[in-house]
């Protein structure tokens, strides 16, 4: 046999590790959603069954992609802008590193405590942000945030927003800064005009940012759990159930394990594809750029 | 100055402003909402600063059995820590000291970065039946497990990322002299290397501490609750109380704040994987 190099050495237990636990993990899935996880009866086909019915399902999917398509366009736009404005308009140093300072800050912050900020601003009783909205007179009675549908989403998706655009922000800001001085001088001698200038230049440079914040935020917003959990558990009805809520009420408030398995496995089949593909982009478009 | 630039420049304040007010915005009003007296709750419309400041919506936190949740979640970052380092050096060293191939190289953390994108309450259904079966249901060791299962993929890829860029000519010197690779490592390497490592575990902490799905779900009681599951207990109170819910809140962001604040040079490349340099 030949001798195993040692660098192949040095990464077998974290391999094994997770491929061990991988395998459990995918088998246990497997058997869980054939034979009922309590009684061990053969319960696929009646699984099968339900979720070609299951319109849980169906809603919260939906919910899941109109919640990651609002929040990750804004939080890129919203975030590539403010970085913008610091990289043009704001030259005084430490007012630049206080503003990082101060964007940092949301990142760090855990999303059950972004949660728990966003219960203590929308409450009806006790939420400032009513008392705000009528001093500015957007609305003369006060919003029962929680209470429907479009008004809960907005709620979320708005400290959502606050969470994750400065995480925007802050990579393209970084990305800004790596550009060369002389890049834009050249560009000012060509006459070029500001909106050239960041069609050409700024927007250029931070494609292959723009595109890995692209793929980092979808798949976080794909996960979101904690911040919809700490406000509206999914509420009112199942208005703001995401994928991930979803999975968590079928799986460990019914305590369908058999069918939470199911759906599990059934993610886990479709993000092995989508990882497999964004992979490939990644090293293409992104990190071969950036070594 | 003249008022052709007056104007303009009181724009960019105007926009600076809105913008740090948005950032602060959520923290001023969980600290007001923590500092209030508990006879200022009962006040249509809150009052926007606390009238009577008082620290003992912390106090009664931290009394009761909030010093519990903070050294349950102290001892599974300390532990999860430690597991995912013992896998991810050797394994970071490993592809980045070495010639080996491309495609090697590629291969290992593609397939780590795969798992990045999967939605952890995917693994948390059956990691829950394999919690169940091993009896770590509702103990720390449950998350010490899938807290180094979940940060294995960013640790790795960071580490290596922080490795590629260090010299490698004194290391392959000293090995020529007669220096043992593990020696080499030690004597060679970290004193290089420290900070890198220390900011790839400010990272790890901060991310199982502000852990949640995996808390929820594979905890059931004070032996092994962490300090969001204080949060989320309080926000499922029948009668909510709110001060207490913000101070918890405070204590759960504060401490992942401040040490985020240490690694600033490094948080944009550790929150990209270390992508972005």
């Not at chain 1, 030949?2 to 061990?20: A, E």
């Not at chain 2, 009962?42 to 400041?53: D, E, G, L, M, T």
């Not at chain 2, 949640?212 to 599951?229: E, G, H």
């Not at chain 2, 405070?250 to 240490?262: G, H, K, R």
Request: glycine share 4%; with cysteine; hydrophobic share 55%.
């Amino acid at each position: 046999m030949r001798k195993l190099k040692p660098y192949y050495i040095l990464n077998l237990p974290s391999l094994f590790f997770v491929f061990i636990i991988g395998t459990y993990l995918i088998l246990f899935a497997i058997k869980t959603s054939i034979f009922d996880y309590k009684t061990g009866e053969f319960i696929l086909f009646s699984n099968i069954l339900r979720l070609a019915k299951d319109n849980y399902f169906l809603s919260s999917l939906n919910t899941t992609v109109i919640y990651v398509v609002i929040t990750v366009l804004t939080t890129i736009v919203i975030g590539l802008s403010i970085a913008e404005f610091l990289h043009y308009f704001v030259q005084n140093s430490k007012l630049r590193s206080f503003i990082t300072l101060l964007l940092i800050f949301p990142l760090a912050t855990a999303p059950v405590a972004v949660g728990v900020m966003g219960r203590l601003i929308f409450t009806p009783e006790y939420g400032i942000m009513n008392v705000i909205l009528q001093q500015l007179k957007v609305i003369n009675e006060e919003i029962k945030w929680f209470s429907e549908p479009l008004t809960a989403l907005t709620a979320v998706i708005f400290m959502d927003l606050w969470e994750w655009t400065p995480y925007v922000t802050l990579v393209a800001f970084a990305g800004l800064q790596s550009i060369p001085k002389e890049v834009y001088e050249a560009a000012q001698l060509d006459g070029a005009s500001k909106i050239k200038t960041f069609q050409y230049i700024d927007l250029q440079y931070l494609k292959p940012l723009i595109f890995l914040l692209l793929i980092f935020r979808t798949a976080d917003e794909f996960k979101i759990f904690d911040i919809i959990m700490v406000m509206t558990k999914g509420g009112p009805g199942f208005s703001t159930e995401t994928l991930a809520v979803y999975l968590y009420r079928v799986s460990f408030k019914y305590f369908d394990l058999s069918y939470g398995a199911l759906l599990a496995l059934l993610i886990m089949v479709v993000m092995m594809v989508v990882s497999s593909v964004l992979n490939k982009l990644l090293w293409k478009e992104v990190i071969q750029p950036f070594r | 100055m003249s008022l052709k630039k007056l104007i303009p420049n009181m724009i960019v304040y105007l926009i600076l402003l809105l913008i740090i007010m948005w950032l602060i915005f959520p923290y001023y009003w969980m600290i007001v909402v923590a500092l209030k007296s508990a006879w200022e709750l009962y006040i249509y419309p809150p009052a926007p600063y606390p009238q009577s400041p008082t620290l003992e919506n912390f106090i009664r936190f931290l009394s009761s059995n909030g010093t519990i949740y903070i050294l349950n979640s102290l001892t599974i970052c300390g532990g999860a820590i430690l597991c995912t380092l013992l896998l991810t050096i050797p394994a970071a060293y490993g592809l980045t000291r070495y010639v080996i191939s491309e495609k090697f190289y590629k291969n290992i953390l593609s397939y780590y970065l795969s798992l990045r994108f999967l939605p952890p309450i995917a693994i948390a259904i059956p990691l829950f039946g394999l919690i169940r079966v091993v009896g770590l249901y509702d103990s720390i060791f449950s998350l010490i497990l899938s807290y180094t299962l979940f940060n294995l993929p960013l640790a790795i890829w960071l580490l290596s990322s922080y490795l590629l860029e260090l010299p490698r000519d004194v290391e392959e010197a000293s090995l020529l002299d007669g220096l043992t690779r593990f020696k080499a490592f030690f004597k060679i390497l970290l004193p290089m290397f420290y900070p890198q490592l220390i900011s790839t575990i400010l990272l790890l902490f901060i991310f199982s501490w502000n852990e949640f799905l995996f808390a929820l779900i594979f905890t059931a009681t004070l032996k092994s609750q962490t300090i969001p599951i204080a949060a989320w207990n309080l926000v499922t109170q029948f009668k909510i109380d709110w001060q207490s819910m913000a101070a918890v809140g405070i204590i759960t962001s504060l401490v992942p704040a401040i040490l985020f604040l240490l690694l600033q040079k490094y948080a944009i490349r550790g929150l990209t994987f270390g992508i972005v340099k």
